[in-house]
């Protein structure tokens, strides 16, 4: 598959997202180019630096790519340190190729529903698998996640933290279709994104974003419940 993009900082000795699956673009700010390069030749694709720096807006310049390069709108965007793609029943995880051969499903199974987001469930719980258990889409699709951008939503740049949240909140209000198959779960390495890393995990700063998200969308699409943010798709109209 040649429509997978990989957002990348300060990792050139090792992109595991590129390791599992063999393949895709890693798309990496200019001036780390060349040492991205040394390990991962042509499959590195450069961005201006000023085009790069927080995760919204580097993801912003990742969804140009994919306008400028998949004719039918369609990308994966995955985090540079995804490590498996794993079938919650049996904890089987998937080999690169095996994966790849399901994000063709995914992506096929998209286009012709119409989705315009999707991906898999980034929780190993097997609860909602359960007999005559209700299932809603009231969880997003993160980490890694098929995006179609012709409907030209952006990620909201002001947002340092959580800009994938209010992202998803975009994409299902916009068409209410979104595709997420829960057999599936991600799982990615957790290390932090490198030096000077934009991704924050202070209390305060979470609260500061998740009011933001809140007060634009006139709705608590975040809630803070004693240990952890909880979220929900405020849908207008429904």
């Known amino acids: 598959m040649n429509n997978i993009y990989i957002p990348s900082y300060n ?5 595991r997202t590129y390791e599992y699956l063999g393949c895709g673009h890693i798309v990496v ?3 780390q180019e060349k040492d991205y390069k040394k390990r991962y030749g042509n499959a590195v694709v450069s961005i201006p630096d000023k085009r790069d720096g927080s995760v919204a807006k580097k993801r912003n310049a990742v969804l140009d790519l994919i306008k400028e390069n998949e004719a039918d709108g ?6 540079d340190d995804f490590i498996h793609l794993v079938r919650k029943k049996e904890n089987i995880k998937l080999s690169g190729e095996e994966c790849l051969e399901h994000f063709e499903r995914i992506y096929i199974m998209a286009k012709d529903m119409g989705a315009n987001y999707g991906g898999f469930d980034y929780s190993a719980d097997n609860i ?8 809603s889409l009231t969880k997003g699709v993160f980490q890694v996640a098929l995006i179609n951008v012709n409907d030209n939503i952006r990620y909201d740049e002001r947002l340092r933290i ?5 992202f998803w909140v975009q994409k299902m209000n916009n068409n209410r279709r979104m595709i997420r198959d829960n057999q599936y779960c991600i799982r990615c390495f957790g290390e932090d994104g490198g030096n000077n890393s934009t991704i924050g995990y202070d209390k305060k700063e979470q609260r500061h974003y998740a009011t933001m998200i809140n007060n634009k969308w006139g709705y608590k699409a975040m809630i803070w419940n004693r240990t952890r943010f909880e979220f929900k798709i405020p849908i207008k109209g429904a």
């Open 128 to 135: 909602k698998l359960k007999d005559f258990q209700p299932f």
């Open 11 to 15: 990792r050139h000795d090792k992109v």
């Open 29 to 31: 700010p200019e001036s």
């Open 162 to 166: 959580n800009e994938d949240v209010e």
């Open 74 to 79: 369609y990308g994966w965007v995955c985090d």
